[in-house]
């Protein structure tokens, strides 16, 4: 074959050569840019809402005297520490840092950090994010959930 044969044949074969190499799209990629946005809408959706009314009493303590997981970490900012016990229970950490407290809650595949600060002098929910722990894909949601059934 002459070199200007093999040339012209390489020249023809390699975009069919480099289309086989395409994988085409990245499906599991996509579950989760989807997880990520899911979550992401929760906490944007819970910035417009009204600020939440001060929690009611506190409860008794224990797993069924527990309210339903919040359904995102925006629906926690407002909330006194009632509010916050009474959706998730104790908190794994506490730490005071200067007018502020840091709760951390840890669960088998996530963690919830929220951060108190004291207003007129009652503490409220100013600061929250939940974040995935080990190789699990978990949305916001979901941790709140795993969080809150202890």
Wanted: aromatic share 4%; with cysteine.
């Amino acid at each position: 074959m002459s070199p200007t044969t093999l040339t012209w044949l390489l020249a023809a074969l390699l975009p069919l050569i480099l289309a086989g190499c395409n994988a085409g799209p990245d499906h599991a990629a996509s579950q989760v840019l989807e997880a990520v946005l899911e979550s992401h809408r929760a906490s944007i959706t819970g910035l417009g809402a009204p600020s939440p009314s001060p929690s009611p009493a506190p409860r008794p303590a224990g797993p069924a005297a527990r309210r339903p997981a919040p359904g995102s970490v925006a629906s926690l900012l407002g909330q006194s520490p009632e509010g916050v016990l009474g959706a998730l229970g104790q908190p794994v950490r506490r730490r005071p840092e200067g007018n502020a407290e840091i709760w951390l809650y840890q669960g088998a595949h996530c963690a919830l950090d929220i951060v108190l600060y004291r207003d007129a002098g009652a503490p409220r929910v100013a600061w929250a994010a939940a974040r995935a722990s080990g190789t699990e894909s978990r949305t916001e949601a979901r941790c709140l959930s795993e969080l809150a059934s202890g």
